[in-house]
């Protein structure tokens, strides 16, 4: 029964074209195509979203500046994005908008596209199997084009990728190594809650066989401490725990599990009839109850937890922020719910195409229409902020450059409106950008 069953996941659903030999870069493509449907406007015609436009524009205007990629924003560093800003910067300002929201669009990319690589085969052993589920994923409306175009929020998938890191089959070079140090190492100092993935990272140097790969995820577990204690500045405030775990159960039960089971509507209708609330957490017990249960899941079992405790944990450490909190942004703001939902809905697809056996494939042509059905019936999310026109940029940009080129001593400040706010432009010490 035991060789049939693995028959069947061998058979999953072939949605993706057969010709195609390396399935890996085919799921990162394809992950991209439909970012690039689903934010056809905020590709082709890029606005700098929040922060990109404030923090990463702003502060890398002159390009020159390497210690704005380890200022702090909001209490933590952001180095990956931050990263993007600095290199965007040596760019003509009228292509500052696009190359921003293409980082961001390639990062999200690659970051879901990752679960189609062979390191994941302990998951699927089928590589279309794992195509699938990356393609899945990337179709789920659990983001928005404020998410998935703004170079600020990359810090969520590099936040996702240092999760799938923690159950992905460790490098089998030395060069592949060293690139996932430091691809690591970027992720890790770039979102505060990598911070909650270092005991996976130890968890993993311990049980390791050889001595390469515990050397390996040591660094890792190394990496994630330092930007703990160097990449904090300690100035965010923390909420009760007992605060925390009812935000947390709400985020769940409120935006989390409805944005996979059902469409906003179907839920806003359930919560007046009172089947909702607290309901909404009976699905993921079920599946953490047949995670620990089924036998088809036995080889599983491990990474599969691991996933599905790394979305309860990012969770929980989202819900600690007093500052999310008190703005009421854990529901307002699709990003607070985008990793836990991405990471749930793995986990469930993984294991319902694991267990179904010989009807794998009915059961992904069941996921595909459920996921295309919540998809067309998805509706786009406003800004949370203001967006900044390209052309908006542009002239910010040759006003700023103007003024610097007028004679005067370095380190002169003067303030300039922006929309909504005003910001204090300090003459470089090192001549005007030459851009």
């Not at 693995?6 to 991209?32: E, I, K, N, Q, T």
């Not at 290199?87 to 908008?97: E, I, N, R, V």
């Not at 159950?167 to 505060?192: D, F, K, N, Y």
């Not at 990449?231 to 769940?252: H, N, R």
């Amino acid at each position: 029964m035991s060789m049939r069953r693995d028959r069947g996941v061998l058979r999953v659903v072939r949605v993706l074209p057969s010709c195609a030999r390396d399935w890996h870069r085919s799921a990162v493509l394809a992950v991209g195509l439909v970012f690039v449907l689903r934010c056809a406007a905020g590709y082709g015609d890029p606005v700098m979203i929040g922060e990109d436009w404030w923090v990463l524009f702003e502060d890398h205007l002159w390009g020159r500046d390497l210690g704005c990629l380890v200022r702090p924003y909001a209490g933590y560093v952001s180095f990956g994005p931050r990263l993007l800003g600095w290199a965007a910067s040596f760019l003509p300002a009228g292509a500052t908008c696009f190359a921003l929201a293409w980082a961001a669009g390639c990062i999200g990319a690659v970051a879901l596209g990752w679960l189609a690589s062979p390191r994941f085969a302990i998951l699927l052993p089928d590589p279309r199997a794992r195509a699938f589920v990356a393609v899945t994923l990337a179709m789920l409306p659990v983001g928005n084009a404020a998410l998935l175009c703004a170079a600020m929020f990359s810090h969520w998938h590099m936040l996702f990728a240092l999760c799938l890191m923690t159950v992905a089959r460790p490098p089998e070079t030395r060069r592949g190594r060293a690139c996932e140090l430091v691809v690591g190492g970027i992720c890790a100092w770039s979102h505060p809650l990598a911070l909650l993935l270092a005991p996976a990272f130890a968890w993993r140097a311990w049980t390791a066989e050889a001595t390469a790969d515990r050397r390996h995820y040591a660094a890792l577990t190394l990496l994630v401490l330092a930007y703990a204690a160097f990449g904090m500045d300690g100035s965010a405030t923390m909420a009760s725990p007992g605060e925390t775990l009812k935000a947390s159960a709400g985020l769940w039960t409120n935006s989390v599990v409805p944005a996979l089971l059902m469409t906003s509507e179907t839920h806003f209708a359930l919560q007046e009839y009172g089947v909702s609330g607290w309901w909404m957490l009976l699905p993921p017990l079920v599946l953490l109850g047949g995670l620990c249960r089924a036998p088809a899941l036995a080889q599983v079992r491990v990474p599969l937890l691991a996933l599905f405790a790394a979305a309860v944990l990012v969770s929980v450490g989202t819900a600690a922020s007093r500052w999310a909190t008190e703005q009421k942004l854990l529901f307002a703001s699709p990003r607070y719910v985008y990793v836990p939902s991405l990471l749930l809905a793995a986990v469930a697809t993984i294991a319902a195409l694991r267990a179904a056996g010989l009807r794998a494939r009915l059961v992904g042509c069941v996921l595909a229409l459920h996921v295309l059905a919540l998809h067309s019936h998805a509706t786009q999310r406003r800004y949370a902020v203001r967006p900044v026109s390209n052309g908006r940029v542009v002239a910010f940009a040759h006003t700023v450059k103007a003024w610097a080129r007028e004679p005067g001593p370095a380190g002169e400040a003067r303030r300039l409106a922006l929309p909504g706010r005003a910001y204090e432009v300090v003459r470089p010490a090192l001549g005007p950008d030459p851009r």
